[in-house]
Antibody, heavy 121, light 107 residues
C-alpha cells in the first residue's frame, strides 16, 4: 500500500533552517510528483511547491521563493523540504502529498502524517 | 493566482441531514483540476472528490461533487457521525490553491 512517512517534530530558533523528510513506499517513487503543504494551528492549507522526483525539477509558490528548497534521494525513495530563515510565522504542520495526474485529472491522493515545526526563541 | 472562496465558514447540522458546501473560484477552473478533501482534527487531509465529481477510492456514495467554471459544490446526502470535519476545495493550477475550509459541526 502507498505510504508517505515523514520525519519527526522539530524545534528551531528564528533564523535557522529546517529540513523535513518524506519517505515513500508502495509505489515507484520517481513516477509521481511530491508536493509540500503546510498548516498553521487552526488555519487552512497552504501549498508550498512541488518536485518531480524523476527529473528533480521543482516549482515553488511565490511566497516561499528564495527560502524553500525541495530535493530528493531516489536511492531511498525520500523527498526533502528545507525551509530557511525561519520566523515564528513558519510554525506549522508540514505535509508531503503525492500529486497524481491520470486521465486528465490532477489531485493529491496520498498524504504524509505531517511534521510539526515549531519556531521559537 | 486563483482564489477559492468556500461558504459557509461553518455548517451546523444534525446526523442524517444533508450538507451542501460551496466553493467559488475567482476565475474559471478546469473541472478536471478541482478536488475536495476532508480533514479531521490531528489528521492529514484525505482526498474525497477529484475531477469535480469523481469519488476517490473507498469514499462512500453519500459524498458527491458537482459544478463547473467558477462554482463547485460538495454534497453529503445524509451526514454520518464520522463526517463532522473540515472540508477544503483545491484547484490544481499553477499555483495550486486551497479554499479556506468549511467546518461541518454537530448541531
Amino acid at each position: 500500500q502507498v505510504q508517505l512517512v515523514q520525519s519527526g517534530a522539530e524545534v528551531k530558533k528564528p533564523g535557522a533552517s529546517v529540513k523535513v523528510s518524506c519517505k515513500a513506499s508502495g509505489y515507484t517513487f520517481t513516477s509521481y510528483d511530491i508536493n509540500w503543504v503546510r498548516q498553521a494551528t487552526g488555519q487552512g492549507l497552504e501549498w508550498m511547491g512541488w518536485m518531480n522526483p524523476n527529473s528533480g525539477n521543482t516549482g515553488y509558490a511565490q511566497k516561499f521563493q528564495g527560502r524553500v528548497t525541495m530535493t530528493r534521494n531516489t536511492s531511498i525513495s525520500t523527498a526533502y523540504m528545507e525551509l530557511s530563515s525561519l520566523r515564528s510565522e513558519d510554525t506549522a504542520v508540514y505535509y508531503c502529498a503525492r500529486g497524481i495526474a491520470v486521465a486528465g485529472t490532477r489531485r493529491f491522493d496520498y498524504w504524509g502524517q505531517g511534521t510539526l515545526v515549531t519556531v521559537s526563541s | 493566482e486563483i482564489v477559492l472562496t468556500q461558504s459557509p465558514g461553518t455548517l451546523s447540522l444534525s446526523p442524517g441531514e444533508r450538507a451542501t458546501l460551496s466553493c467559488r473560484a475567482s476565475q474559471s477552473v478546469s473541472s478536471s483540476y478541482l478536488a475536495w478533501y476532508q480533514q479531521k482534527p490531528g489528521q492529514a487531509p484525505r482526498l474525497l472528490i477529484y475531477g469535480a465529481s469523481s469519488r476517490a477510492t473507498g469514499i462512500p456514495d453519500r459524498f458527491s461533487g458537482s459544478g463547473s467554471g467558477t462554482d463547485f459544490t460538495l454534497t453529503i446526502s445524509r451526514l454520518e457521525p464520522e463526517d463532522f470535519a473540515v472540508y477544503y476545495c483545491q484547484q490544481y493550477g499553477s499555483p495550486v490553491t486551497f479554499g479556506q475550509g468549511t467546518k461541518v459541526e454537530i448541531k
